[in-house]
């Protein structure tokens, strides 16, 4: 039996043709005359009112139709007598797929803790704060593959498991086939990787960076997309364990320039988002209108969610050094009252409560900060010869900091001077010989070139207005997480 999206039959159909819709009830609803069935099947945040004549569908059909019961219904299309509704369903007839006994379905029509929806994960993209934000993901996503096809860059796939450590911060997750409990050791009483399947020890990619610069001194112009992990402590609402990356590497390019991309980058993919998910934003928008009017008043935020995307499509970034973001927040009330968690002086790898001090008290719009010490960044950031510090001091990367989630982008212009760069790798322990597929780009035909990585579900938290990382993922990998 072929049928149309809901989606489809309210944004273009007119009273008349009969139709076919299928879905999962979202509330029944039954008067004197008539009973009315909401219908969603997950293609928009609306649902499509059925309707049926008191005594038309049979006592054992009605009963089974209950919240969550999913239902193919045929009938014409009609103008609604409803408010609310430009047409509805005319119920010529019903089939019954499968019910959802209303004793045992987890989910009634009422509005359910996020705490709860998260122990049932499984089930909760059925609800419409969940289908809206999933929805919204989809398009985000379609949108980053469409801004670089647009701009000419190529999608390049990294490998998922690895033996090296792209950020040299060893937070990451082992893959062996060696059996745990009894793996074979070398006579100094290390595990013996060799006898690994891979020969070697490997793990689970925290970035696909150091491929995508391999991709970029060949093609020019290439992005990741794809899931990252890091073995973390990611007990926290903007930490996930495996968490999806894009990670954009150009040749040629210098830290200006990716500051450039970055920032018209993010721009474009909220203003397709704002394009073309104004329902389910309009949605999410009004969801946080609720729940802001839950807090205190000096805790509201004084910009609804579609002000606060329209407001960064719109601004310019600030843009300043480390250096003197750290003068800022020394001198800053918090600092002076003792009220940061951690104290802040040159040198320091900023909090979070630091960003979002920049970026929500002090500036109140997106910042970009660069030049950051080279001591708290990685091993690859090209070091700085005319910082506002001495020579080497500070490095040429980026975070880019976004009102109520913190880094939203890392990254940086690369060290492409093979000295310089194997002097840096020894100096913090990093092998050579192991990263000689990386060197090797420095060593023929190397360049000047840039890139930075967006945490795809960052990006979905801010787009969203939700508060917690766990809930812009499907599936999420976090401790205590559903199982599946
Ligand atoms: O700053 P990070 O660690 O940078 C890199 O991985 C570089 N290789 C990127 C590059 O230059 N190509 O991570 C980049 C971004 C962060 O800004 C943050 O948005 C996100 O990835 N991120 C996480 N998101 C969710 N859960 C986590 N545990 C994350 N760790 C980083
Ligand atoms: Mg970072």
């Known amino acids: 039996m072929s049928y149309q999206s809901i989606q489809h039959v309210l944004k273009t159909a007119q009273p008349g043709p009969e139709v076919t819709i299928k879905g999962w009830v ?14 969603n099947d997950g293609s928009t945040i609306n649902t499509i009112q059925a309707v049926a004549e008191t005594g038309q569908l049979p006592e054992e059909t009605l009963k089974l139709i209950t919240t ?25 007839s019903v089939h019954i797929y499968g019910p959802a006994d209303p004793d045992k379905y987890p989910l ?74 009894r793996p074979p050791l070398t006579e100094d009483g290390k595990v013996d990787y060799s006898q690994d399947f891979f020969g070697r020890e490997t793990n689970l990619t925290v970035s696909g960076q150091l491929e995508g610069e391999l991709g970029a001194m060949a093609l020019g112009k290439i992005y990741t997309f794809g ?29 200006e320039d990716n500051m450039n991309l970055a920032e018209d980058f993010v721009k474009t993919v909220i203003r397709y988002a704002l394009q073309h998910c104004a329902d389910d934003l309009a949605f999410l928008d009004n969801r946080l209108k609720e729940e802001e009017k839950l807090k205190k008043k000096e805790e509201q935020s004084d910009m609804s969610l579609l002000e606060k995307l329209q407001f960064v499509i719109s601004n310019e970034f600030q843009r300043l050094t480390y250096t003197e973001a750290v003068e800022i927040l020394v ?12 104290e802040v002086s040159w040198g320091v790898d900023l909090q979070s409560e630091h960003e979002r001090y920049l970026v929500e008290k002090h500036f109140k719009k997106p910042v970009i900060l660069t030049n950051y010490p080279r001591d708290i960044k990685a091993f690859y950031m ?14 040429r990367a980026m975070d880019v900091l976004f009102p109520g989630i913190g880094e939203i982008i890392g990254g940086s212009q690369r060290e492409d001077d093979y000295e310089k760069l194997t002097t840096r790798m020894k100096e913090v322990g990093i092998e050579t010989d192991a990263l000689w597929w990386y060197l090797d780009t ?5 360049a000047p070139h840039a890139g930075f990585g967006l945490g795809f579900e960052r990006l979905v938290l801010f787009v969203t207005g939700m508060g917690n990382i766990r809930d812009v993922i499907p599936f999420p990998r976090a401790p205590k997480t559903a199982e599946f």
């Open 26 to 39: 979202r509330t029944k609803r039954e008067s004197k005359n008539a009973v009315f069935i909401a219908i």
């Open 331 to 342: 001198n800053s009330k918090p600092a002076k009252k003792g009220q940061f968690q951690y």
């Open 68 to 92: 969550g019961a999913c239902l193919a219904i045929t009938g014409q299309l009609v103008e609604s007598q409803g408010a609310g509704q430009a047409i509805e369903v005319k119920i010529g």
């Open 442 to 446: 420095r060593r023929f035909g190397s």
């Open 382 to 395: 090209k070091q700085d010869e005319e910082s506002d510090a001495s020579p080497g001091r500070t490095v």
């Open 108 to 181: 009634q029509p009422k509005r359910h803790s996020l705490e709860f929806l998260r122990e049932i994960a499984h089930l909760r993209p059925r609800t419409n704060t969940f289908s809206a934000i999933l929805r919204v993901r989809h398009t985000l996503a379609f949108a980053v593959h469409k801004y670089f096809n647009d701009n000419g860059f190529f999608y390049l796939n990294t490998p998922i498991i690895t033996a090296s450590d792209a950020e040299g911060a060893g937070e990451m997750f082992r893959v062996t086939t060696l059996d745990a409990t």
């Open 227 to 255: 899931p990252t992990f890091r073995a973390e402590n990611s007990n926290t609402t903007r930490h996930l364990a495996e968490f999806w990356m894009i990670e954009p590497e150009m040749a040629f390019f210098e830290l």
